[in-house]
């Protein structure tokens, strides 16, 4: 098969590109691992997760996920806005296990593994990413992750 694009050509022009812009280089490399990253189970329940969401991230993050929740506006940093397009496409999912995990040094976001399974941290990982672009069925019992 021929390659459309010369792929030496390619590298160096986006070589140079991430000299110039490193931050555009990095986001749209976490961009692709948040989209690539398979779940380490093919399935996981989002229903679940959004069971875990609504009992201990609501009141910081809202119901929405929009950062807005009645814990909120007492709090700097402020929660992270989940809807944020420009934020979220630059974390990956293991991003979020990170910080859901293990917390945010300095700020109100506490560890959550001691409270937390595995298991239940990419159940809310999923919900969190079903906030913000609807992508699974919440009423069903167990989600497959979708080839895309
Ligand atoms: C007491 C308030 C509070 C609660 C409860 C809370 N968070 Fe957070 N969370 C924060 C704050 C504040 C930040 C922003 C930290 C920062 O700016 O570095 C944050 C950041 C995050 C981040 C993103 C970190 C990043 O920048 O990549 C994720 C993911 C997250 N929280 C998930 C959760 C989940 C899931 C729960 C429930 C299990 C939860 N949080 C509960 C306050 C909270």
Redesign the pocket.
């Known amino acids: 098969m021929r390659m459309p694009v010369n792929p030496r050509l390619f590298l160096i022009v986006i070589v140079s590109i991430g000299l110039a812009f490193p931050s555009a280089v990095f986001a749209h490399i976490g961009h692709k691992v948040e989209h690539n990253h398979p779940f380490p189970t093919k399935k996981f329940s989002v229903r679940n997760g959004k069971v ?2 609504a009992k ?2 609501a ?3 809202g119901n929405e996920g929009k950062g807005d929740g009645p ?1 909120a506006a007492s ?1 700097n ?4 806005d ?1 809807l944020h397009l420009k934020y979220m496409s630059m ?1 990956s999912r293991v ?2 296990y990170d ?2 995990a293990n917390g ?1 040094p300095n ?4 560890p ?1 593994k001691n409270t ?1 399974s595995d298991k239940e ?1 990419w159940d ?2 999923a919900y ?1 990413e079903h906030l913000f672009n609807h992508r699974w069925d919440v009423s069903s019992k167990v989600t497959e992750e979708l080839s895309h």
């Open positions: 875990v969401y201990f991230c009141s910081c993050h814990a709090l940093p402020r929660p992270s989940f974390r991003d979020h910080a859901i945010r700020t109100s976001m506490s959550w937390l941290i809310v990982i969190i």
